[in-house]
């Protein structure tokens, strides 16, 4: 499987920004999804993840009610919908597969396949 995150940029704290991830290959319902975070001189960190059903999903506490996590299996693809954006959710956001696809994980080391990062800046 094959990754490839998008959709980062500069946002002002308070704005939106969608993180789109689209994956190769015709077995993408059968990962489980996550997103990951890197700051600057910090380790990566587990933002939200989600079954390959779609029906079940977890997140960060500090991103809860702020963050969606989504997918579209006929597209392929996994989204994080980040609203209410402050300045400590600025970083490299990483998304990653899991399987098997109906075990969510927040340890990235039950990730098999990961993107390559899109950055996220949020502004004071």
């Known amino acids: 499987v094959q990754l490839q995150a998008c959709g980062g940029g500069l946002v002002q704290a308070g704005g939106s920004l969608r993180l789109s991830c689209t994956a190769s290959?015709?077995?993408?319902?059968?990962?489980?999804m996550g997103w990951f975070r890197q700051a600057p001189g910090k380790e990566r960190e587990f933002v939200a993840s989600?079954?390959?059903?779609?029906?079940?999903?977890n997140y960060k506490d500090s991103v809860k009610g702020r963050f969606t996590i989504s997918r579209d299996n006929a597209k392929n693809a996994v989204y994080l919908q980040m609203n209410s954006l402050k300045p400590e959710d600025t970083a490299v956001y990483y998304c990653a597969a899991s399987s098997p696809s109906y075990l969510l994980r927040s340890d990235e080391r039950g990730y098999d396949y990961w993107g390559q990062g899109t950055q996220v800046t949020v502004s004071s």
């Open positions: 989600i079954t390959g059903s779609g029906v079940i999903t």
């Open positions: 290959g015709r077995t993408f319902s059968t990962y489980a």
